[in-house]
């Protein structure tokens, strides 16, 4: 958690932020847009929220987003290596979780529902911000933010303004536990009123090597290598903009996002002791992503329907292979080595265009922002496979190259509308509501004879946020709000053997809209040099998605369909102190709960998180603000309630405790120029451990490992 930047009350959004002197502790922006599309302060935001900038991103050296997102209340990660870490947020993962860049959609209809896509297609180096709403937002944003928001906000170049000026910085990172090194280098400038930036970012690294020890029932004798968890990764983004006269202006962006040789992650049976188990290689071995984005802002417009007008065009690519490979030993009296191995490879090519169009009016003392927003994924898809039999005379395969998904669209079309009144000086209320209309279809598709098939959503979400202030500086909140999740292309349409050769999924494109109700409750304390917060939470999720048997069969196969069956209740409390100690120190902590479960089949286990989380953190800044140094330590119990039949752990999650070091120097100036330097410790103790979602296919965090990063600002 972050204790050198405490949310008390600060300067507006600044677009130059990540070209500021990174050696320093910058507070938190009192401002956020995620919420509620319009600048807000934090602590008036009726929602549980966390704002990071992006000083305490390059501080963490975090190999992304999700991975620094885990030490906050709430926040969890799934995935691992370099590149693949998702966040998770209060039990929620995947297609539940809504990505955005700048306020716009990155997740997609192809991708599996507990998978999501990854943070990564945004590089790290671009960022100005990271914004996370914990709890439903689905009136602002549509489908899939059932569990929360992560936006992603990039540095902007400032347009319209006079005069030249430059800044950019460029910098190098290496750390020992994987051998990465991650050159990166950005900057913003401005020529009268036309504005530009650009970012670039190299990563190589390595599969790193998970530590010695115990964890539940595995133990490695040895440095284990964790294999899949390198990869080779690059980002890019240039950006234009123009602003004609004071109260309008245009922008064109464009970025892209490379990778090879990514993977799921995975320890050798061997290593884990189970010699005899079935093994599973998911890779990534390529994916490209492009965007192209045109945007026009209006401001203080005074016309009679709107103060401010904002219209975003974009088009994206995203082209992905992954190849699975699976090998099930027949086991016991057949001969060593037999068995049935699995390999099948999938190439998406998946396109999209949108926009999203907004208005903000201002009337007295209130506030309404309305708009409509649109997005077609257009997804192509090839498949193949290769099912050998061994171990009883020559090899014996059979290959299919049928598409298991066929081609499809998903269109989704919505307007919403939300007002924040205030009611009295110490009173706001924040109503919304959204429509939406999604549709689903698939397109003709070389080998697949199934029938073209259509579905059809019209959900209607809303939404009801409370601020009170009690006294100056100590506000209670409440919130209310339903949100969705539309089924994606895979949940609805694939049809065919399994990729690991277990089963024969069958289609169902009659499945209904996932929904859920959220309620919080929380207050928040902003006084002197501390700052609080607390949220009880209860979001139930109806109609959830799950793969069940049929009953019937085709050929060998056990035929398995996705269904409308869950209805999963998560309550949890959470809880963050933060404090100014004096002399430059300052410490705080939090502590979060969260109790999962399926309210129609109490005995099935659903929880994919931890159960209890505890941090904190304790720091120190030099008056000078050249050197500044931090301890964090993160705890999460024992979990119980979850599923964990076949996994070499055993029958439960242990509790694991994890500590860390920080620290960096500004080193010297010349000029405008700056040097400086970051240190980190991760895992100080050299613990064998995994977060809860990445265990049940066990999947250790990496051993001790430094890093180093140099970086000069000018």
Do not use: C
Request: proline letters at 6%.
């Amino acid at each position: 958690m972050s204790l050198l930047i405490l949310p008390t009350l600060l300067q507006a959004q600044d677009n130059t932020s990540t070209q500021r002197d990174t050696t320093k502790a910058k507070q938190l922006s009192e401002l956020s847009v995620t919420a509620t599309r319009i600048p807000t302060p934090v602590f008036r935001v009726a929602s549980p929220l966390l704002v990071l900038d992006s000083s305490r991103i390059r501080a963490t050296l975090a190999n992304g987003v999700s991975e620094l997102l885990r030490e906050y209340p709430g926040m969890d990660m799934t995935g691992t290596g370099a590149n693949q870490g998702r966040p998770v947020i209060r039990g929620q993962r995947g297609q539940r979780i809504l990505l955005l860049e700048d306020g716009i959609r990155l997740n997609n209809s192809r991708r599996q529902q507990d998978f999501g896509e990854i943070p990564a297609l945004v590089g790290l180096e671009s960022l100005s911000r990271v914004e996370v709403v914990r709890g439903p937002l689905s009136v602002l944003y549509g489908t899939d933010a059932i569990g929360g928001v992560v936006n992603l906000i990039t540095a902007r170049p400032v347009y319209g303004g006079s005069g030249t000026r430059v800044r950019g910085s460029v910098g190098y990172r290496y750390s020992t536990g994987d051998n990465q090194q991650r050159p990166a280098g950005s900057v913003l400038g401005q020529v009268g009123r036309f504005g530009f930036g650009g970012t670039a970012s190299y990563r190589d690294a390595s599969a790193y090597s998970a530590p010695s020890g115990r964890f539940g029932d595995i133990t490695l004798q040895s440095d284990t290598k964790v294999r899949d968890t390198g990869v080779r990764d690059a980002s890019y983004g240039l950006e234009a903009g123009y602003g004609f006269i004071e109260r309008h202006s245009v922008a064109a962006k464009y970025s892209r996002y490379e990778a090879e040789d990514a993977g799921f992650g995975f320890v050798d049976n061997s290593a884990l002791g189970t010699p005899d188990a079935a093994s599973v290689q998911i890779r990534y071995p390529k994916q490209t992503y492009d965007k192209l984005s045109l945007s026009y802002r209006g401001n203080s417009l005074g016309l009679p329907v709107a103060d401010r007008f904002e219209v975003t065009g974009y088009t994206s690519g995203n082209l992905r292979t992954l190849t699975l490979g699976v090998f099930v030993p027949f086991g016991p009296g057949t001969p060593p080595g037999a068995g049935v191995q699995v390999d099948s490879r999938n190439f998406t090519d998946i396109g999209t265009l949108g926009y999203r169009a907004e208005a903000t009016k201002i009337l007295g003392a209130h506030v309404l922002t309305y708009g409509m927003d649109f997005f077609r994924d257009r997804s192509n898809n090839t498949d193949s496979s290769a099912t050998t039999v061994v171990g009883f005379g020559p090899p014996q395969t059979e290959v299919n190259d049928t598409a298991l998904t066929p081609n499809a669209w998903f269109r989704s079309a919505g307007v919403f509308a939300q007002g924040d009144f205030a009611l009295t000086e110490q009173l706001s209320v924040v109503l919304g509501v959204r429509w939406q209309d999604i549709v689903a279809r698939t397109r003709p598709t070389a080998k697949v004879t199934t029938p073209l098939v259509k579905a059809h959503d019209n959900p209607v979400v809303g939404s009801a946020n409370l601020s009170y202030r009690i006294v100056t500086g100590v506000n209670l909140v409440a919130a209310v709000g339903r949100a969705f999740r539309s089924p994606n292309l895979i949940e609805r349409f694939f049809n065919g053997p399994t990729p690991e050769g277990s089963g024969y999924q069958q289609r169902n494109p009659d499945l209904r809209p996932e929904t859920s109700i959220d309620v919080d409750l929380g207050i928040k304390v902003g006084r002197g040099p501390f700052y609080g917060e607390g949220f009880v939470f209860r979001n139930e999720v109806r109609n959830g998605i799950r793969i069940a048997p049929t009953g019937e069969k085709v050929g060998p196969f056990d035929v398995f369909q996705n269904v409308n069956i869950d209805k999963l209740r998560d309550t949890g409390i959470e809880l963050l102190a933060q404090l100014e100690l004096g002399h430059g120190f300052s410490a705080g902590g939090s502590y979060t709960h969260i109790s999962s479960k399926n309210v129609l089949d109490p005995n099935n286990p659903v929880g994919d998180s931890y159960s209890s989380k505890l941090t904190s953190s304790l720091a120190w800044r030099a008056p000078s603000g050249r050197i500044w140094a931090e301890y964090t330590l993160r705890h999460n119990g024992t979990r119980k309630d979850v599923e964990l039949s076949g996994s070499p752990i055993g029958p439960l999650l242990p509790a694991f405790t994890v500590h860390g070091l920080r620290g960096g120097a500004r080193l010297f100036r010349a000029g405008r120029t700056t040097h400086g330097i970051t240190v980190t410790m991760n895992n100080l103790g050299n613990a064998l451990y995994a977060e809860f979602s990445n265990a049940s296919f066990f999947r250790p965090e990496p051993k001790r490992s430094l890093g180093l990063a140099w970086t000069t600002s000018f």
